[in-house]
C-alpha cells in the first residue's frame, strides 16, 4: 500500500511540475508576442503566430490521423 500511495504522489508532483513549465512557456510566448507588437516587429509576431498555427494544425492531423488508423 505505501508503494502506491508513493507513486501517486509522485504522479501528483509531476503534473503539477507540467502544468507549472507549460503555463510558465504561455507566459513567456505571451509576453514575446505583446513585446514585438508593442515594439513594432510585426514580422515576429506573425512568425511566432504561424509556428503556434502550424503546431497546432499537425497535432490536430496527428489526432485525426491516429484515430482513423484505430489506434486511439
Known amino acids: 500500500m505505501d508503494d502506491l ?13 507540467t502544468a507549472i513549465l507549460l503555463l510558465y512557456g504561455i507566459y513567456s510566448i505571451a509576453v514575446l508576442i505583446y513585446s514585438s507588437a508593442i515594439s513594432g516587429q510585426y514580422s ?4 511566432i503566430l504561424g509556428v503556434l498555427l502550424s ?4 497535432y490536430t492531423a496527428a489526432g485525426i490521423w491516429l484515430q482513423k488508423t484505430g489506434r486511439i
Open 44 to 47: 515576429r509576431v506573425l512568425i
Open 5 to 17: 500511495v508513493l507513486a501517486g504522489a509522485a504522479g501528483i508532483i509531476g503534473l503539477f511540475f
Open 55 to 58: 503546431v497546432g494544425l499537425l
